[in-house]
């Protein structure tokens, strides 16, 4: 079994920061691709932001130059680090991976957390 925990969510003022983070743990044999997403109520899921094993990264451009992606592969977690928040980022965030798990050799992407809660608000 594989879980992905987000945490770093919370209560920032508009124009505010916040670091994201998500830790794999389980049996796993290792972590390819990492990824963003972000999904609020009655609105199709988005994906925010993707970094590869080898450490390319992708944006979706709206968002690209206030979000960074980062990963300690070391410490099997992801990152996000969010700046200049305004309301329509008040969303629930998702870190899922592209994971092999232990006892296999294809890659799963069906591994997903509950979840870490961004609200801006003043």
Not at 49 to 61: F, H, L
Not at 71 to 89: E, F
């Amino acid at each position: 079994q594989v879980q992905l925990v987000e945490s770093g969510g919370g209560l920032v003022q508009p124009g505010g920061s916040l670091r994201l983070s998500c830790i794999v743990s389980g049996n796993f044999r290792r972590i390819d691709d990492m990824r963003w997403f972000r999904q609020a109520p009655g609105k199709q899921r988005e994906e925010v932001a993707t970094i590869k094993q080898g450490g390319n990264v992708w944006y979706r451009p709206s968002l690209k130059g206030r979000f960074l992606i980062s990963r300690a592969d070391a410490k099997d977690a992801v990152y996000l680090q969010m700046t200049d928040l305004g309301p329509a980022d008040t969303v629930l965030y998702y870190c899922p991976a592209d994971v092999v798990p232990f006892g296999s050799s294809s890659v799963s992407s069906a591994y997903w957390g509950q979840g870490t809660q961004v609200t801006v608000s003043s």
